[in-house]
């Protein structure tokens, strides 16, 4: 537990309380408000919990002023350019970068679990074809709870550990039969001479009756996206990741969790949202009618892969993403792509608007992510999926974290509750 640092004064009524302060390495200074129901009487109300912190965390540190991103400390722009998602993977979970045999050890615990019990596949035709695959998802990494008996127990931490290795492994292979399922395509096997990246790749376009290579380019693009979606601290999906085990549910049945909260179109949707934007403008000159909807009040309308609950100068992943998406199209001679031309402009105009000015309204890591999965192949369908398959490390690591936490309880908001005073039932012929 951290120490105290500092005291808070609170006055209300004819109650002073005061309350224990601390410190955090970095970000703002915390105010200990655990005691206030019984020492004062009173709740906190904060919707959206925009200034208030859940947990105790040393895995993830954003400051959405400076647009700045660390995994333990190492900035994502080092990551994304030097690391790569496995190693990533093992920093998140164990907090210090891995030496060379740690990182082979590793890779090899999580290349042996990509396969998915056989069974499995059966739950994939009970689903529609047209169904998405953040559905189909949600429902099969729900069931893996039903088949990985061994690793049910989160108070056995080698139970823990082999649910961890677990889900990074077979969370892409279920992604990616998702996919296949939804084109009809067999399923295909994961192949373990290949690196995680060029793994996924392969088990969503290869098809049987070819050979397929795996382009080595795209592959890096594609680890670079799972690195940069790898975590990113308290936000809505992990947070239900965390209220979802705080009650000791078995880890699949919290990433299952954790998965539906993302599909959400303001978080983990918004990369499908963002793409298929882009591409109903069309053209740059429609640009201004979109802009000018996005700041009409009485418009519903938002623009996608705009705006950030914690980055207020820039989201740092998003300036990789879009050097990247730079990069992937030259090297696949689509440099030319209408939806980049228009996502680039959109950008520059957005970010001359005072409106946007005035609200702190940059690209977030959505905007050009999908412009890169098109380009790759993917269906805009499947770009939440890639999303999930990319944060289970950052869900998972949270929810350990959380389960060696000893002040561990069970998630319990309290609420301003503005309905009906108590009343008397009235039968229903007096009503
Ligand atoms: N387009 C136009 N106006 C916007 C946008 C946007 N994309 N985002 C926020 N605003 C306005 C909003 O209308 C509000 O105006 P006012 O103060 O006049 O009422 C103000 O900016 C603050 O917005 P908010 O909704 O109170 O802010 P929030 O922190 O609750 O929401 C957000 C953050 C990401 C949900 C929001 O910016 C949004 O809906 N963006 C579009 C969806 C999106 O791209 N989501 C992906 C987030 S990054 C990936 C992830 O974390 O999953």
Redesign the pocket.
């Known amino acids: 537990m951290v120490k105290q640092t500092g005291t808070a004064k609170l006055s209300f009524g004819d109650t002073d309380l005061e309350l224990p302060m601390y410190s955090p390495t970095m970000g703002p200074d915390v105010i200990d408000i655990g005691k206030l129901y019984a020492k004062g009487g009173v709740f906190t109300h904060d919707p959206?919990f925009t200034s208030t912190s859940s947990c105790e965390s040393a895995i993830t540190f954003i400051d959405g002023d400076k647009g700045e991103l660390l995994y333990r400390g190492y900035p994502i722009e080092q990551l994304a350019e030097k690391s790569h998602y496995l190693e990533v993977c093992y920093l998140l979970l164990y907090g210090e970068l891995p030496n060379a045999e740690e990182l082979e050890n590793f890779e090899n615990r999580v290349t042996r679990h990509t396969m998915v019990h056989e069974q499995l596949t059966v739950f994939f035709s009970g689903y529609r074809r047209d169904a998405h695959p953040m559905a189909t998802m949600v429902g099969v990494v729900g069931a893996l709870s039903a088949f990985y008996h061994d690793s049910l127990d989160i108070n056995d931490y080698q139970q823990r550990e082999i649910a961890a290795v677990r889900m990074i492994a077979k969370v892409p292979t279920i992604a990616a039969m998702a996919y296949k399922y939804s084109i009809g395509q067999p399923f295909v096997y994961p192949k373990n001479a290949l690196d995680y990246a060029s793994n996924f790749l392969y088990m969503c376009f290869s098809v049987p009756a070819e050979e397929y290579e795996v382009n080595p380019i795209l592959a890096r693009a594609m680890d670079r996206i799972f690195t940069l979606h790898a975590d990113?601290e308290q936000?809505a999906s992990t947070s239900t990741v965390r209220l979802a085990g705080s009650s000791q549910a078995n880890p699949f049945a919290c990433i299952a969790a954790g998965i539906a909260c993302l599909w959400g179109?303001?978080?983990?949707g918004?990369n499908q949202a963002?793409l298929e934007m882009l591409k109903e403008i069309g053209s740059v000159d429609r640009i201004p009618e979109y802009v000018a909807r996005?700041k009409d009040k009485n418009d519903p309308f938002?623009?996608?892969?705009?705006?950030?609950?914690v980055y207020k100068n820039f989201d740092p992943r998003a300036k990789v993403m879009k050097e990247s998406a730079d990069e992937v199209l030259e090297l696949l001679g689509i440099e030319n792509n209408p939806t980049l031309q228009v996502a680039k402009e959109l950008e520059r105009i957005a970010l001359e608007d005072e409106y946007f000015i005035e609200?702190k309204?940059y690209p977030?890591?959505?905007f050009y992510s999908g412009i890169i999965l098109e380009a790759m192949g993917f269906p805009t369908s499947m770009f939440t999926p890639i999303f999930a398959l990319s944060r289970t490390v950052g869900w998972i690591s949270q929810w350990k974290e959380m389960l060696g936490d000893p002040a561990l309880k069970i998630g319990r908001p309290r609420q301003l509750y503005t309905g009906e005073p108590r009343r008397d039932y009235v039968d229903v012929e007096n009503r």
């Open positions: 959206g990113h936000n179109p303001a978080h983990g918004a963002a996005a938002r623009l996608m892969g705009f705006g950030h609950r609200k309204l977030n890591v959505d």
